[in-house]
């Protein structure tokens, strides 16, 4: 029971798709067997029934299922048209709350899983700019353990030298250098001090490394080295073109742990 639970659960995350803009949605026959429908038609009739929730909730109905139709092939090579939806969060928690939980355990787990997506939503919404800034960094944290085990797999050893490639590469300067120019004392962690645009810039860069190093199978030191120089080069190129600000001018933020601490005490608190 635990794992169908956790099957559809997954399912339904691998399903989810996100727009130019982050915005998620889901596609109505992609999660059609996810709950438990084997029929189009069945299917397409807790739709409507969502629909008019929607509706009922006076809520637009077209701007949280815009339906489309495709061209599909069938068994003869012929191309026949299909409907399908696109669905937004809101949607597919009304389809699951308009679906037979009786008899497909898949609608029971769906409610509870668009119900916490959706609540998670309302929290990250109301999120302030510190707090964002906190979730960010900790992102970074994680993606250079990443990065780090990546690295190990390639071959190297000397770590400070691997990693202030990748600086010299975002930042045109090493990591001692940026740090003078910011302003940071020799024992400051320059991401514990860095805003959300620069931290940002960081992820990608850390997180195309490990990539680039796994998919291009490098196995020596010098090598790993150049290529994190290499994505640094390719990430401040990047932002060069957008006519972003160069990380290195970027502005200074409180510490971090700073952030943290008043965060944790304001939990112990309440």
Known sequence: MVDNLVNTINELDEAKKLTQNGGEYWMARKIQAILGYKSWE???????????ACESSGID??????????????GSGAMVPQVDYF????????????????????????????????????INDRLTADERRLQLRNRVKSANRDLNSAAKQSGVQ???????AGYIGLYDMGLADIKRKKGLTEKEDLLDRAGRAELAANEFRITQTEVKLIRDKINNEREAIETHKEVGREVRHTIKKLNGIMPENLPTEPSIKKLANSKKQKKQIT
């Not at 109905?61 to 069938?74: A, M, S, Y």
């Not at 000397?158 to 202030?164: D, E, I, K, Q």
């Open 87 to 122: 669905l937004t969060r809101y949607a597919c928690y009304l389809i699951a709350m308009n679906g037979d939980s009786t008899t497909k355990p898949e609608i029971a787990t769906a409610q509870t899983y668009f119900a916490v997506q959706t609540r998670l939503q309302e």
């Open 42 to 52: 069945n299917f397409h009739k807790v739709i409507s029934k969502a629909r008019m």
């Open 158 to 164: 000397r770590y400070a030298l691997f990693h202030n």
């Open 61 to 74: 109905p077209d701007n949280q299922f815009h339906d489309i139709t495709k061209k599909v092939p069938v």
